[in-house]
C-alpha cells in the first residue's frame, strides 16, 4: 500500500482557507489534521474539531515531549501539529491536510521535504479586509494587525509548491483536487504501479 500524501496549506486569515478545506475533505481518503492552540475558542468552534484547544502548560508539555510536528508562536499564542495522527494516517495510506500559517509550514519543509504545499490566496487585500470585517469576531485594531501580517504572509506564497486564489468557492476547491490528482499520479507515487505493469507484460 501507497503511502499517504502530506498537503501544507496556508493562507492568510479571512482568506477562506478553512471553507474550502471543509469541501476536500469530504472527499474518502483525506484526513484533516486538527491543530493544537493555546487561543480561546471563536464563537462556534469545537474542541477537537476546530483546534484542540489547550493550556500552555499542557502545550509546552508536548513540545518537551517531541508531540508536535511543528509549532510556532502566532499572534501571542502557540499553534502547533500533534505528531501521532499524522504518522499513523500517512502509513495507512490517507492523504493529510495540515492547515497552519508560514512559520510552521517552513518547519514543515524542512523535516518533510516531500510534502506539497499550497498556498490559497484572496483575490485582494480590500476583499480581505471586507471577509474580516464581516467575520464580527474581532476589533478594528485586530483586523488592522491581521491585514498588516497578511501582507508579509503573502509574500512568502513563493515559497509553495502551489498558490490557489479563493475568489470562487467551488473554482478553489477543484484547483485543490487537481492538484492532489496530479500529486497522485507522480511517477514517485505510483512507481509499485509501473513495476507491476512490468512484469505482466
Same mark, same amino acid.
Given at each position: 500500500m501507497s503511502k499517504g500524501i502530506l498537503m501544507v496549506v496556508s493562507g492568510p486569515s479571512g482568506c477562506g482557507k478553512g471553507t474550502v478545506l471543509a469541501e476536500i475533505v469530504? +472527499?474518502?481518503n483525506i484526513f484533516y489534521s486538527v +491543530?493544537?492552540?493555546?487561543?480561546s475558542p471563536r464563537p462556534g468552534e469545537t474542541d477537537g474539531i476546530n483546534y484542540h484547544f489547550l493550556t500552555k502548560d499542557k502545550f509546552e508539555e508536548m513540545i518537551d515531549d517531541e508531540g508536535m510536528l511543528e509549532y510556532a508562536s502566532y499572534c501571542g499564542n502557540y499553534y502547533g501539529t500533534p505528531l501521532k495522527p499524522v504518522e499513523d494516517m500517512l502509513?495507512?495510506?490517507c492523504h493529510v491536510i495540515l492547515e497552519i500559517e508560514v512559520q510552521? @509550514?517552513?518547519?514543515?519543509?524542512?523535516?518533510?521535504?516531500? @510534502?506539497?504545499f499550497i498556498?490559497?490566496?484572496?483575490p485582494s487585500l480590500k476583499e480581505l479586509r471586507r471577509r474580516l470585517e464581516k467575520r464580527g469576531t474581532e476589533s478594528a485594531e485586530v483586523i488592522e494587525k491581521r491585514l498588516g501580517e497578511a501582507a508579509g504572509?503573502?509574500?512568502?506564497?513563493?515559497?509553495y509548491d502551489y498558490a490557489?486564489?479563493?475568489?470562487?468557492? +467551488?473554482?478553489a476547491v477543484n484547483d485543490i483536487k487537481s492538484i492532489i490528482r496530479a500529486e497522485e499520479l507522480k511517477t514517485a507515487k505510483i512507481k509499485n504501479t509501473i513495476n507491476e505493469v512490468?512484469?505482466?507484460a
Open positions: 469530504k +472527499s474518502d +491543530s493544537a492552540t493555546t487561543r502509513e495507512k495510506g510552521g @509550514a517552513m518547519k514543515i519543509k524542512e523535516k518533510c521535504p516531500d @510534502a506539497v498556498f490559497i490566496l484572496p504572509e503573502i509574500a512568502h506564497a513563493y515559497k490557489v486564489v479563493n475568489g470562487d468557492l +467551488s473554482k512490468l512484469e505482466n
